[in-house]
């Protein structure tokens, strides 16, 4: 990664090292993982894309392996790469006990060990997110050197205009600069025009699709991102409004797609 100091680079680490340690489904989703009135068991969701059997896969930034177990039930030949050793460990233990034995690899997004051209598929899930953006587009420009000629990659990020996404920004803005918190790991917000900018000239298609359309669940600061203020007996029927929402976005209505929370970008070789 692109960044000043060392000591940025071993505490932006730690903060994965020990969020796996202590709760690898929480450190990676958040309170995501817990609310499955809303979207179901996401610890063992389908990939939120189409695997091919037999393609040659890359999860970038595979966390505790939540991702590649589902992609290899479906015949992907997967390996994993993240910057945590304990990430690491935990995707060993989980995708063991399923027979899965992927090779996983310890490196930077940023900037991986592979040859050009040796995956048909490569997503990265939550990742970029946490990077800066200049970090952000050395990824795009690794995806492309790693895909082969025709490949496809998938990569979710957070939306920029999403009401919770405003809500989110603005309380890490505070703490950050208001109360000097040290936050590594950070959110970036990303707006539909620069992921196009981006990607522009480096792939053949650029596809983004919105997703969740919701309104604040919580008020993400330390110590209340884990209290819940929409009550549960809405949950389901808000998803069933989100689903209709993000329908019309990603058809007829596609101003709409700057509101949803996340960002799902295809992008082929
Ligand atoms: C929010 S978690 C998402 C994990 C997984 N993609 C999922 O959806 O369950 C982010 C993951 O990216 C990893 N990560 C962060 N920066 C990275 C980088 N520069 N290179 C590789 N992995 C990175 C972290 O260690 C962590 O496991």
């Known amino acids: 990664m692109k960044e000043q100091d060392m000591e940025f680079f071993n505490d932006f680490v730690d903060v994965w090292d020990d969020g796996a340690e202590r709760d690898g489904p929480f450190i990676t989703l958040g309170v995501e993982a817990l609310l499955t009135g809303y979207y179901g068991n996401l610890l063992d969701a389908p990939p939120p894309f189409p695997v091919r059997e037999g393609?040659?896969?890359?999860d970038l930034?595979?966390?505790?392996?939540?991702?590649?177990?589902?992609?290899?039930?479906?015949?992907?030949?997967?390996?994993?790469?993240?910057?945590?050793?304990?990430?690491?460990?935990?995707?060993?233990?989980?995708?063991?006990?399923?027979?899965?034995?992927?090779?996983?690899?310890?490196?930077?997004?940023?900037?991986?060990p592979f040859r050009d051209?040796?995956?048909?598929?490569?997503?990265?899930?939550?990742?970029?997110?946490?990077?800066?953006?200049?970090?952000?587009?050395?990824?795009?420009?690794e995806v492309r050197r790693l895909l082969a000629e025709g490949g496809e990659a998938?990569?979710?990020?957070p939306s920029r205009f999403a009401p919770e996404n405003l809500l989110f920004a603005f309380l890490q803005?505070?703490?950050?600069?208001?109360?000097r918190v040290k936050d590594p790991i950070r959110m970036r917000f990303y707006r539909i025009g620069e992921?196009?900018?981006?990607?522009?000239?480096?792939?053949?298609?650029?596809t983004v699709t919105a997703h969740e359309f919701r309104p604040p669940w919580n008020f993400h600061t330390r110590r209340t991102w884990h209290y819940i203020i929409i009550?549960?007996?809405l949950h389901a029927p808000l998803r069933r409004i989100s689903d209709r929402i993000e329908k019309a976005a990603n058809s007829w209505f596609p101003f709409l797609k700057h509101f949803g929370v996340t960002l799902m970008v295809r992008l082929v070789r």
């Open 61 to 112: 930034g595979c966390g505790w392996g939540r991702v590649l177990k589902p992609v290899m039930d479906r015949g992907g030949r997967a390996v994993g790469l993240d910057i945590s050793g304990s990430m690491l460990k935990s995707a060993r233990e989980h995708l063991g006990k399923h027979g899965h034995q992927p090779p996983l690899l310890r490196g930077d997004a940023t900037r991986t």
């Open 195 to 206: 992921i196009r900018r981006a990607c522009r000239g480096l792939f053949s298609e650029c």
């Open 173 to 179: 803005f505070v703490s950050i600069h208001v109360f």
């Open 154 to 157: 998938h990569i979710r990020v």
């Open 117 to 141: 051209g040796s995956f048909d598929q490569i997503y990265s899930l939550l990742v970029l997110q946490h990077l800066s953006k200049e970090n952000g587009l050395e990824v795009f420009k």
């Open 55 to 58: 393609a040659r896969v890359l």
């Open 231 to 233: 009550p549960r007996f």
